[in-house]
């Protein structure tokens, strides 16, 4: 699947009364995921890097895979089903002894934040991304507009 997958980043974040909008993408094209509004906020707060009394929850992750010496290799957003997407979290534990590389089921909101945490690779699956509509041209209106984006 390394291959067949396509480089993306979180490209602008629109909160709305009911979600939040994620604008995923690269420079051929934009795609929305919404997800709830507390990890909108979750992964606007670390892409600003912004300093955290206590850990939350993705922190506390971050601090169990620091304790197991397991790193986040890279997330892939796989797959759309009933409006659902899918997403992949690929993390690796290597020590003197072994490696080994799981991928593990998540929520893309979730290896959205992750990622964006850990400064970590975000992908999307090719036949996904030739799928998604483009929403570049949205996302440039709302850049152009001054509106809340970030």
């Known amino acids: ?18 979600g939040c909008a994620l604008f995923i993408g690269n420079d051929a094209k934009v795609f929305v995921i919404n997800v ?12 600003r890097e912004v300093p955290k ?9 971050a601090n169990i895979f620091r304790g197991f010496n397991i790193s986040v ?7 759309l089903k009933n409006s ?10 290597q020590n003197e002894v072994a490696k080994k590389i799981v991928e593990i ?17 975000i992908f999307v699956s090719a ?6 509509e483009d929403m570049t041209e949205y996302l440039d209106k709302i850049n152009e507009s001054g509106d809340e984006l970030e």
Do not use: W
């Not at 509004?37 to 892409?47: A, W």
């Not at 009394?53 to 992750?61: C, G, K, S, V």
């Not at 290799?73 to 797959?79: A, F, G, L, S, W």
């Open 1 to 18: 699947m390394k291959n067949d997958v396509v480089p993306v980043q979180i490209r602008g974040i629109l909160p709305a009364n009911t």
């Open 36 to 47: 709830e509004p507390t990890m909108g906020q979750v992964i606007r707060n670390f892409l």
């Open 53 to 61: 009394e206590r850990p939350l929850t993705h922190d506390l992750i």
């Open 73 to 79: 290799e890279r997330v892939v957003i796989t797959e």
């Open 84 to 93: 659902t997407y899918y997403a992949r979290l690929t993390l690796l534990q």
């Open 105 to 121: 089921d998540a929520r893309p909101s979730d290896c959205l934040a992750i990622a964006t945490a850990q400064k970590r690779p």
């Open 127 to 132: 036949s996904l991304f030739e799928q998604v």
